[in-house]
């Protein structure tokens, strides 16, 4: 049997912490909940005090929030799953940096997928994760992305991806460099992280740096040419907005 995952719970609602740890200790057995904190200043007690496996960290909490815990905290040795009520701009930050987060009310199977990617992920590059979310929490454009892979993280540059390509439940990033790589995360969830003023989706199963365009070729939706020499297919549908996009 699996040692336990030792977990504490972070959010000044009252109710907030209750109703997580009724639904932790009802859907997730393997998780034990050590403490629960109503404030930042207990949070950073409770860490202190015994090796913790995993922080469920309310983003939203007056005087100080979630992200003032993070930067205090001396010990990062833990995996940190957010918990919020909006789809706010540290949402982009979240993904930007492969950190989990949950919406409030928590849907119990996304609480028990988070809970998964725990146990099977490793907390050597938490600290760098962490560190890089923090760095990265205000900036209106993020330069760097961290791409989660199935042996662990990839850190890239956002400009050095030339075009994102669908495979059902993951997908292909191609690198400037040539490289390929298949990352744990749908074509739609590109969509919604990567900057819309240099990303373009041009079909159902691409998405393409636009700096990266050597020639568009005229026909139903038409085709791209990209300067790594893949030819990918506009769609119909696509078409006119990719067109006025570049006023052709």
Excluded: W
């Excluded at 815990?69 to 995996?79: G, H, P």
């Excluded at 939706?221 to 790594?228: I, S, W």
């Amino acid at each position: 049997m699996n040692k336990p995952l030792k977990a504490i719970i972070v959010d000044d609602e009252e109710d907030g912490r209750i109703v997580l740890k009724t639904t932790l200790a009802f859907y997730c057995t393997n998780v034990k909940v050590v403490a629960l904190c109503a404030s930042v200043d207990e949070a950073l007690q409770a860490t202190e005090k015994e090796d913790i496996d995993v922080v469920f960290l309310d983003v939203n909490m007056p005087v100080q929030n979630g992200f003032s815990f993070l930067e205090k905290c001396s010990k990062k040795n833990f995996e940190v799953i957010f918990v919020t009520a909006h789809e706010n701009y540290a949402i982009k930050a979240l993904r930007y940096a492969a950190l989990d987060y949950l919406l409030k009310p928590i849907d119990p199977e996304e609480l028990m997928s988070a809970v998964e990617r725990v146990e099977l992920s490793s907390k050597d590059q938490m600290v760098n994760k962490i560190d890089h979310f923090i760095e990265n929490i205000n900036k209106e454009e993020i330069e760097q992305i961290i791409l989660p892979l199935r042996d662990g993280y990839l850190f890239v540059i956002v400009n050095d991806i030339v075009r994102c390509q669908s495979d059902v439940n993951y997908t292909y990033v191609f690198m400037k460099n040539g490289e390929k790589h298949l990352v744990s995360k749908t074509l739609k969830d590109f969509e919604s992280l990567l900057p819309r003023k240099k990303f373009f989706r041009i079909h159902k199963s691409h998405i393409i740096n636009v700096s990266y365009i050597k020639k568009y070729t005229k026909g139903d939706g038409g085709t791209v040419t990209l300067l790594d020499g893949a030819e990918l297919d506009v769609s119909r549908r696509n078409k006119e907005e990719f067109l006025q996009a570049f006023q052709l």
